[in-house]
């Protein structure tokens, strides 16, 4: 039996702004319409599913984001310091029930405003940490498992 | 009154003890150095002796001291960066308890109020296999903060009425928890709220099942933020000691079971204190649906219900043509009109509104997420 986890990942169009995932061993990456699709395999049973959705590109109209959105145990946003493009996209998110989490580059800092908005829901990464990609997920996971 | 002397390296530990209980029975004497204090005692002859120093290696030579003072006055060190074999050094030298700091006030009090003003439960006595107390003296957070100090294994039963719950521990270790088929950590935060009734404490030599995997101190925060939360909550809802309506004419048939057996209850008016204190579930989720019910105004103020129990029954006393024309031509029906909210705080309604709209969060299964958390766990480390 198969285990798998969906996750809908927010992002601009910039390509280094998938800098949390780059350098990782996914087992598929593909390119469709409007967004692209990431396996990456924790084991034989277990795999995550990613998609990189850019908000606010004209194929990803609110359809698509109800249909993914609502069924996902989380959603991530990229953070990449467009501070306008983040407060458009978290005020078309707040529509969801589904818990946002911003992932941020350790050495990042972020304004108020946009702290005070995430509050607990900002997780950061190193970079230099063995592990970092598979430490980002595990914090998320452990803060949902407490909060249940 | 108690008298307790202080031996703190710094007039600002002292000077917090004496405000933080100034409104406790208790008379507080002061004393910087250790020669000084073994003078002291001789004269004071307090019930207690409280050691607070930042510096550990200062803190072991006043517990040596005193220990070889032979006074044996009762003494509870307050100190800082403990390990636990510090912990077990300076247990051995015969103290009380030992806080590490900083404390907050609250949790310092219900300790300090199990330690020094409990007087029932005899600590000198090394039979600890059982013991009960009082919910009230101390709830679950100041049990949880305990039994983790002297590290039991034991098994806590809690009663509030009719209501039974019980928590495990491991070596002081939180592991699991029952109450009313809730999730453990749920119950643990339903039980926290748990102010009257009794605690019963039963040492046990069996090592229990984890369910649990927050840690002791996670979890404290957890039940403090839910406290916190509802009593947020509750404080907003300005009619809360008043007893409310349902209002007439409400078809209960028609209404999902929860909100039926809630709601039933305030048919001949009830106060929502009332209803939350004796509520078996988490007391958030109830005030949630409160708020929507004030905003619909399904539950209503004594006035405003006894207006329209009027108008209802006006209505029912109309001829047949009356009523007719009454629904062609008259007043639209005044469910649909703007709520009149009986909340005072609007953003808590706004709040509730965007609540309401918001799009529900459809994946529910949360033992996924465990296990994509224990496979992460073991292969990240």
Redo the contacts between chains.
Sequence with gaps: MC?I?EIPVFKSTEEENILLFKGQNFINDRTYDGFRFLEYA??EI?S?YFYLIEPFNEQNNNNIW?RV?????FCIYLYDFDDILIKKFYQDY??????LFLAVKKEDELNEEILSQFEDKIIYFNKNDD?YF??F??EI??E???S? | MKDIFVLADQEDYFNQFFSYFSTQPFHFSWASRIDETIKLLNIEKPAFIFLATANLEIMMDWVTILKNSEHNIPFICFTMRLTPEDRKMIWEQGALNVIQLPIHKQELEKILNFLVINENLDHTNDNKNEFEGSLEEMNVVDLIQIIQDEKRTCKVMLEKGSRKGEIEFNKGNIVNSRYNNE?P??AVKIMSHWHKGRFHIQNSNKVFIKRI??SNQ?LIL?CLNHINKQNELMNRLTHRDDLLFTKPGLSFEDIAPFERVNLLKFKNGYSITELVDNYEGDGIVLLQHIVRWLRSNTLLMNDEYEKRLKDVQDLEGMSGFKKMMNKIMGTPDEDSDEPKSNIETLSLEEEAL??I???????K??E??????S???D??V
């Design positions: 285990e986890i924790l084991n277990q995550i109800d959105i609502p069924k996902a145990p707040s529509h969801y029930e589904t818990p592990n598979k430490l997920f595990k996971l452990n949902l498992t407490i249940s | 999730n950590v749920l995997k927050l996670k957890e965007l609540n709209n918001k799009k529900n969060q459809l994946f299964n949360k996924l997420l465990g296990n994509f958390l496979s992460l766990e292969s990240s």
